[in-house]
């Protein structure tokens, strides 16, 4: 199969695609033909050497990926071979084929054609598990999304809006500010030029803040949280040592909460998958959330990719096509 190699750690310069030998499915997992890959964060990491896969899992980098299934393992029951899934996986995406425990395979949803759907496994997993099962956001709550335009921060604006929470959210540029506003956000903040904890106050503070730059913004960003508000750390794009006043944490009764899907047993991974089904895929379906791809492209500009994520420029996902 084709997937993608590295020379070694570094720039987007060490990527490149070989010709690698096949994977299998093991036992209670399920092979499948990669039709397209999603590029996220935690790939720039993997490649610079700061993120290692977890035990067990491949080496080859990719989280996510949509394509049909080309064979079953032992003991799987509920799929066929040729059926059009989306996978969460713990690596192995920028490849041909994947072999993936059957509890992280998800239907695409309808509508959705699949190189699309490879943009939606992360974001929807992410988005779901951190803001609905470990945040509780419920409707009519303030929710502030940090990066709006980004992978994830495209889809929790939508999902949130749609389950009828009030959307605050940040970002680097006027243009990118307005697609969030498209996207249903009522407040738009430039996170370059305005100080985002007065104007989320202004609106009463945010019950939930979903964060992705880790230690620059936790302070500022318990101060936006409204009383009993819940922060939930998933990015460090801002570093990891941060300094907190427990004082105004407690005056709030807050919570800080970190977390991230990929260290996750395959149980707890598959127990997420299965709620997104149940709760997003029907959204997606009735064109209610839309998955937001930036741009589409070979896999042989695996190097291309990267360095446009690093970037900043784009808006929604990456993918890159097998
Ligand atoms: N813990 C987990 O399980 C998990 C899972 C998936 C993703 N993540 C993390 O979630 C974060 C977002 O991922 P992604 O795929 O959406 O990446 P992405 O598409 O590259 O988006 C990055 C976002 O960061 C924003 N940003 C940059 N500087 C900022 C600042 N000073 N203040 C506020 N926002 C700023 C960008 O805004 P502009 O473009 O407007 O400048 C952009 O929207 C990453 O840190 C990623 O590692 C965590």
């Not at 310069?13 to 964060?41: C, I, K, Q, T």
């Not at 990118?176 to 009522?186: P, V």
């Not at 741009?295 to 420029?313: D, R």
């Amino acid at each position: 199969m084709r997937a993608v190699v590295a020379s070694g750690t570094g720039g987007p310069e060490v990527l490149s695609v070989a010709e690698v030998p096949d994977v299998e499915a093991g036992p209670g997992e399920v092979l499948v033909a990669v039709a397209a890959a999603g590029l996220n964060r935690a790939d720039l990491l993997q490649r610079q050497g700061f993120y290692p896969p977890p035990p067990g899992a491949s080496d080859v980098i990719g989280m996510e990926c949509s394509g049909t299934v080309a064979a079953l393992g032992e003991g799987v029951t509920g799929l066929a071979v040729g059926d059009e899934v989306t996978a969460l996986l713990a690596g192995g995406g920028y490849a041909g084929l994947v072999a993936v425990p059957a509890g992280q395979v998800m239907p695409v949803p309808a509508g959705v054609d699949l190189v699309t759907a490879a943009a939606l496994p992360e974001v929807a997993a992410t988005v779901w598990s951190n803001v609905f099962m470990v945040a509780g956001l419920r409707p009519q709550e303030r929710l502030l999304v940090h990066g709006g335009a980004g992978g994830i921060g495209t889809f929790a604006i939508q999902i949130a809006h749609r389950l009828g929470a009030t959307v605050l959210t940040t970002g680097g540029t006027a243009e990118k500010l307005a697609f969030c506003t498209s996207l249903g956000a009522d407040v738009a903040i430039n996170y370059r030029d305005e100080d985002f904890v007065a104007v989320v106050q202004e609106h009463g503070g945010a019950d939930v803040i979903l964060d992705n730059m880790g230690a620059k913004y936790l302070g500022r960003n318990v101060d936006a949280l409204a009383t009993e508000g819940r922060l939930v750390i998933i990015g460090m794009q801002g570093g990891t040592r941060g300094e907190l006043d427990i004082s105004a944490l407690l005056r709030k009764r807050g919570a800080v909460i970190a977390t991230t899907l990929r260290a996750r047993p395959t149980e707890e991974k598959s127990a997420i998958c299965a709620a997104v089904v149940e709760h997003v895929w029907p959204l997606v379906a009735e064109g209610l959330v839309k998955p937001v791809v930036h741009g589409t492209m070979p896999i042989e500009q695996v190097a291309e990719a990267h360095a446009l994520m690093e970037s900043g420029e784009h808006t929604g996902k990456i993918l890159l096509t097998l």
